[in-house]
């Protein structure tokens, strides 16, 4: 009989990576291990802005050369004799000392007498008499070769030198930037209300957009021939004609902006006094338009990213809570509780809740609360945390014939509020699990 095949079987490339935190702990690690990476992803995704936005969280330098527009003296100096030798003057643009992240833009789009020399800088981090100090990194950004761009492809023997990373748009992590960036409210509007708001447009020319909407004036925005004619330059036909018809949506008629009551609402005394100024007056409009802009936002992807860059905090979002009218704040509640992505904003992990879950911390917490009006969310993120945990299982079977995992989720549903406990029979019935009632 043949032996088995000890061979490796070859996988597939895997899939991008998209462009928010999971590239950018994967950028870190390559930074701190002095690796040179490849960015590969189509032009206007934001490539260029995670590396600076890696570099400005670490604190260290970020230097940005932009090959295309490079002639060789640029990077590989001019050279001058010394002692009878002939050496290169080092560039000033290079940097000589410190820590820092050296990008190279347009690397497969530079001329060949450009790419030979960046790539000898980011293979073996020396050029001539050139080295590139201990406490930098070097990394390039190059756009794909089979998406019709005019790139010169580079060798594969090159390629394994580097980190390659395929990268790709990622809506929640751009929503999440645009939310905390002036990006107009039209544009954010649009891009949570349509998953392929990237697939067809590039985050950069979306930014562009908000800029081009943030100028308009009163009259214009009702001029619609004006708005289609100017979209053009950016848009295709389609995606204009949604922004036209979402100008309803642009105009805001609060003093403040509606995400700081998400991030500082508990320290900012002038936005309690707003809110609740709105309250008292009888303004329902205002808090309308408070409830209807933050539901959208704390509903869709981009929630998850801000509660990891901590532009959404448990204690803001409870300190507005308070001030609001009970069906305001239901609204609120609904929406953060069921959102699968805000759930880092919890310190109960999932396993807690389905693994001897009774006389547990976990439940001591839960009770509290439930208890607490104010802090409804809480169970409801605990409860879509679990759901989530429990459609990763890899090994269902033996979760549904687990009588410690059935008894604590018995336990559980016997304890949580209606509204939550009917999420979680709805996940148990899909995945057939059947809980063990206690008594």
Known sequence: MAKPSSAPVLESRPAHIPVGPRLEAVLELAYRARRPVLLE????????????????????????????????????????????????????????????????????????????????????????????????????????????????????????????????????????????????????????????VLDDVPPRTWTYVSHLLKTLRPEEIENVGLLRDALSGYLPTSWIELVVSSRGVWSSRLPFDVRALLADYDRRADLSRAVRGFAEAGQTDRLDEITTRLVRLLEGPEAGVLAAERQITLASFEALLADLPGDQRDKLVEALGRNPTATSLLEVRPEELCERYANSPAQRKLHAWAADPLKQHRVGLAVTALSSHLERQTKLAEVKRSNVVRASLGVLLAELPERWALDLVATCKRLGITPIRPG
């Not at 003296?73 to 001019?78: K, T």
């Not at 820092?100 to 980011?122: D, F, H, K, S, V």
């Open 41 to 196: 992803g189509p032009t206007g995704i934001g490539k260029s802005d995670i590396v600076k936005k890696l570099a400005d969280r670490l604190g260290i330098s970020h230097v940005v050369l932009d090959l295309s527009l490079l002639e060789p003296p640029d990077l590989v100096g001019l050279p001058v004799i010394q002692d009878g030798r002939t050496r290169y003057a080092v560039p000033d643009i290079l940097p000589q000392d410190g820590a820092g992240i050296l990008m190279l833009e347009e690397l497969n789009r530079a001329e060949r007498y450009i790419q030979q020399p960046a790539l000898q800088l980011l293979s073996a981090r020396r050029l001539h008499g050139y080295e590139l100090p201990p406490g930098w990194a070097c990394f390039a950004a190059v756009n794909p070769e089979t998406e019709g761009y005019h790139v010169t492809p580079l060798d594969k023997a090159l390629r394994a030198r580097f980190l390659s990373l395929p990268v790709r748009a990622d809506r929640p992590s751009w929503l999440a930037w645009a939310q905390v960036n002036d990006v107009h409210p039209g544009v954010i509007a649009i891009a949570q209300a349509h998953e392929r």
